[in-house]
């Protein structure tokens, strides 16, 4: 998984246009490679034919059930949003650490056999994302729905026994805003989507010294509440506002929470590059948008460091983040539509190849690294 190094062995097409799709469990970023910003940013989920009923991708049955998920979603993203014929285009698809490999198999098949694109490229999400900063070292944190994950990088390489993972996210942020909500106006229903607006909206981050605060005797008052409108205009309470990001900070029974995966993840890397990460941290993903987000993260870690639970391990003064040059959102994308510009032969995998294995390679099994199998898979 080593990346190549900055101009190293890298031959630049243009071809045919690349498509690159950058597919998260709620919203999928799609557009052309060498663009500086995705072309639009849709849900992922799909009308089922049969029921009518929107679907999300990733809550499909069985691999049958998630067979033709893909076939409906892929025909919208290619004809509705892209507008292109799929029929021997390259596509570059970024994937999560966490994707599972019935999902990547089965969408592989789909693309190969039911659209018959000419190439695909599957490249790991924080991986590629590095490649909008010019530099080859970062802490990568990427922070969705469902998960929140970590993987430290150095010099291009990941450190794949240092990564990190919890279920700390918008999903959990969206159902503590739920529960709030419905103890303050238990007679309002509301849906999905209209929580994940008013978690943008009206939510923030609070900072570590009024979190520290709350619920305790001498409380500070919490911050007014707004009003949100709708269908019928409700408002949304000041502690709502305030509190419905503290779980990302909150330690769980062994002791985890994001701030914890940070500096858990410097740990399990060699000391000479501690600092070195530690002053390279990059944010992606929707989550880290909130207001607060980085001033909280940088106060829990610099408190945390210097507590008894980390003062013996680490010797980190301070901590820096990088900002990328776009929203955190599409970071990811924007990294893959930078390697999409690039001929990376031992990255892609052709339509024939395909054909002929049946199969794509898992870059991380040693067995599609072997020397003797890189006339197949170009490794």
């Not at 005797?217 to 419905?244: F, H, N, Q």
């Not at 995998?349 to 294995?357: E, S």
Request: charged share 25%; hydrophobic share 40%.
């Amino acid at each position: 998984m080593k990346m190549s190094r900055p101009y190293e062995g890298i031959r630049y097409t243009s071809e045919k246009q690349v498509v690159v799709l950058d597919i998260g469990s709620t919203y999928t970023k799609f557009g052309y490679a060498g663009e500086g910003t995705p072309r639009g940013i849709v849900r992922t989920e799909v009308k089922c034919p049969d029921t009518k009923q929107m679907r999300k991708i990733y809550k499909y049955i069985d691999t049958d059930d998630l067979y033709q998920l893909l076939v409906e979603f892929f025909h919208v993203i290619f004809f509705r949003h892209v507008v292109i014929t799929p029929k021997d285009v390259k596509v570059l698809i970024l994937e999560s650490l966490l994707t599972p490999s019935k999902f990547r198999d089965t969408m592989a098949k789909v693309l190969f056999r039911h659209f018959e694109i000419g190439s695909l490229m599957i490249l790991p999400t924080h991986l590629v994302t590095i490649s909008t900063l010019g530099w080859d070292t970062a802490l990568v944190l990427d922070v969705g729905y469902q998960d929140a994950t970590l993987i430290p990088i150095y010099k291009g390489v990941p450190v794949l026994k240092a990564w990190q993972s919890l279920p700390l996210a918008s999903e959990a942020i969206h159902e503590r805003i739920k529960n709030d909500m419905k103890e303050a106006i238990p007679e309002v229903e509301l849906t999905e989507r209209v929580i994940e607006d008013i978690k943008v909206r009206t939510c923030f981050v609070t900072t570590l010294e009024r979190s520290k605060k709350l619920g305790a005797d001498d409380a500070p008052a919490p911050p007014p509440s707004v009003k949100y409108p709708g269908l019928k205009t409700i408002e949304i309470p000041g502690y709502v506002r305030e509190r419905s990001y503290e779980l990302l900070w909150e330690r769980d029974a062994d002791n985890l929470s994001i701030p914890t995966m940070v500096l858990d993840a410097i740990l399990k890397c060699s000391i000479m590059i501690r600092h070195e990460l530690a002053g390279n941290i990059l944010l992606i993903g929707g989550t880290t948008m909130a207001k607060g987000f980085a001033a909280r993260l940088k106060s829990e870690l610099t408190s945390l460091v210097a507590s008894d639970l980390y003062s013996n391990k680490l010797k980190i003064p301070h901590f820096k983040f990088h900002t990328a040059p776009c929203k955190p959102n599409y970071t990811a994308w924007l990294g893959g539509a930078i390697f999409g510009i690039t001929d990376l032969p031992s990255r892609c995998i052709t339509k024939d190849t395909y054909l002929k294995t049946n199969r794509i390679p898992d870059w991380v099994n040693l067995i599609d690294n072997q020397k003797e199998l890189g006339s197949n898979y170009g490794v």
